[in-house]
């Protein structure tokens, strides 16, 4: 039992136990004890400007690293402002524990100045939530909130801190961290799974975020290898293959004929691997319910009409794949050439003939991809450019194309940009942003500068919601509600202090933008584009089955 202190002391503590480098947030009055014992600690608060930015930067913290990102929050609008981004991180499955501050336990029962039930609220959007309700159970609830928030399949916890409980008197101390063994499937389970495999006459894989999470990309690539059967990715997935590995078949999920045009019609044995049902239904590749499916997944697999599986691999997916590589090294398949990666990838490479200005989305993903080396990373914000991104940036390595795809909130990549490059100092980050997304987090500029993290803010200008003006002008033949005028994006960005430019030509664009990577501080790139034309490329890929 430790000495007595007051229990914002002690909480630090169990935050430091957990491993925790950095709390994202807002100081509040009802957290005063908890700032002033962690800024007597090893773990580095970091002040944001929304609460928003500071929940998206934990949100990717979590992603990249498989360890909990923290974000704080005081009491009533503090904490209603982490919703959207603790909500992002439950979907897309990134752990994380969000701390808000509360009012005294005494005036909970009544009407009282900002207090509403903040852990009802979270509830929905969080795996596990609890009030600290007495301080001498801190140790418990700390362990416990990383154990949920870090375990599979990972995602938000919370944790109400209120503000009696936090300068109370208590003495304890907090429990060790442990991550706890990883399952693996039984041999019975491996060799059903593989008996199915090698029955098959059409096998493909989807490969899904679960892959990047797992840290199962080097077991996918040797499956691969081994086997010859060809793998798909899912928007979250990219990166799983080189893009440029012979067994790759392309990003799945814009239009109706991705997974005809990737093989999936042909397929009877779909091996799904880390596949999130909340990015892209079943439904789309398997219609009529009759694909042999075998799934690979840290947890038991959703409940859909259309993701029947015949056999459940259930564990470390490194483990699950590299033991069937193991059994089907006797395989001999020969991966068909992808009709998808044809079109998809022919338009890409055209783009770099392409000088029309204002710039067309292939041209400026085609520069981005050069200028880029294949562990840099690309944060694509949430629009219409984000399904240009998805469906055809290519990517050589997992979680070096960063999207949000489950909740899918605008604003999402600035804050998550910087949380990457902390992560990855060694890397150059670029994040891509339209210009109504970019205004709904630009105000974390500011904290960029501030901790002189060299993000690259490309923003794609057109002054209008892009991905809306798209999809009324499919549905009704005209757009409305969906134009607005921009502030001067190169200004802003010189009043917060970081360099910016405005491309003026295609050739522009390159060049500053290589310049920008040379930076030791943030930048900002403003890019007119041109969504004139369809982000479908080609009719034969049908129509889009996705929203932005």
Known sequence: MGEE?????????????????????????????????????SVDFIPVRHEQGGAYMADMYGRLTQRAGVCLGTLGPGATNLVTAIADAFLDRSPVVALTGQADLERMHKESHQHIDVVSMLKPVTKWNARLSNPRIIPEVVRKAFKVAEGQKPGPAHIELPEDVMIAPVAADPLPANDGPRPEPSAKELFRAAEVIRGAINPIVLAGNGVARAGAAPALRDFARATGIGVAETFMGKGALDYQDPHALGTVGLQSRDYSLAGFEDADVVITVGYDLVEHAPVHW??????????????????????????????????????????????????????????????????????AFPVQPPRALWEIRRALGPCDILVSDVGLHKLWIARMFPAHEPNTVLIANGLAGMGFALPSAIAAKLVHPDRRVVTVSGDGGFLMNCQELETAVRLRTPVVNVIWENAS???IVWKQDKRFGRHFGTDFTNPDFVKLADAFGMPAWRCESVEDFPRHLAHALTLELPSLIVLPIDYSIDVSISEELGTETVVA
């Open 286 to 355: 398997n219609p009529g319910g009759d694909k042999r499916i075998v799934c690979i997944d840290t947890t038991p697999s959703e409940v859909d009409a259309h993701f029947l599986t015949e056999v459940d691999l259930i564990g470390d997916i490194y483990h699950s794949l590299s033991r069937l590589a193991e059994e089907l090294r006797d395989l001999r398949h020969t991966v068909e050439h992808s009709r998808l990666d044809d079109i998809v990838l022919g338009r890409f490479e055209a783009a770099r003939e392409d000088d």
């Open 465 to 467: 919601f892009g991905s």
């Open 5 to 41: 202190r007051k229990a914002s002391d002690l909480f630090v503590e169990c935050l430091e136990a957990e491993g925790v480098k950095y709390v994202f947030g807002i100081p509040g009055e009802e957290t005063l004890d908890l700032n002033e014992s962690l800024e007597r600690s």
